[in-house]
């Protein structure tokens, strides 16, 4: 989730009533969601950055509340529904697979299901591909192949050097 009362963030929505559990801003999990979305929609408040479409509107649809504790596939079918079709959803999160290292948080089923939905419903998905330099084409993640392509756009960490290599940590 991004910091949801960030100076620069102040014009982005809050669809419905939530309280986000304290243990998200100690765990430090909003930092990073909040700089991206600070890329794309930060005001141009006089100082700081401005985003790259700061007159756009954006919404926080967060995976963890003190309502309803984790759900992912719940906030991303919340964000589906209260968007239009071309609208974009961002997933700014990860997951782990049974050796380690994280993937996109769509090689969890609830969550590829939530995505494919969006996607159905004409939503453009870009997702995280994760931190974990993993090899989404390796065998270790076959459960996922086999769900086939979620139609969302996944998208790695690159060097900000001219050759735009992978990132060394990206997967």
């Known amino acids: 989730c991004a910091r949801y009362v960030h100076e620069d963030l102040c014009s982005v929505a809050t669809p419905w009533s939530f309280e986000i559990p304290d243990f998200v801003f100690e765990n430090n999990w909003d930092e990073h969601g909040t700089a991206a979305l600070g890329i794309l929609v930060a005001q141009d ?24 504790g984790s759900n992912r596939a719940a906030a ?3 964000a589906a529904a209260y968007l239009e079709p ?19 948080a769509e090689i969890d089923l609830s969550v590829w299901m939530a995505t494919r939905a969006a996607v159905d419903a004409g939503i453009v998905v870009v997702a995280a591909a994760g931190n974990g330099n993993r090899d989404l084409s390796a065998p270790v993640f076959i ?20 050759t735009r290599d992978k990132a060394p940590f990206s997967s």
């Open 143 to 162: 459960d996922w192949q086999i769900m086939g392509d979620s139609g969302a756009i996944i998208v790695g960490a690159g060097t900000p050097d001219a």
């Open 45 to 68: 408040n006089g100082y700081g950055i401005t985003g790259i479409v700061p007159h756009a509107d954006a919404a926080f649809f967060p995976e963890y509340t003190v309502e309803r």
């Open 76 to 78: 991303i079918a919340e």
């Open 86 to 104: 071309g609208d974009i959803l961002m997933l700014e999160m990860q997951a782990s697979n049974i050796t380690g290292g994280y993937g996109p």
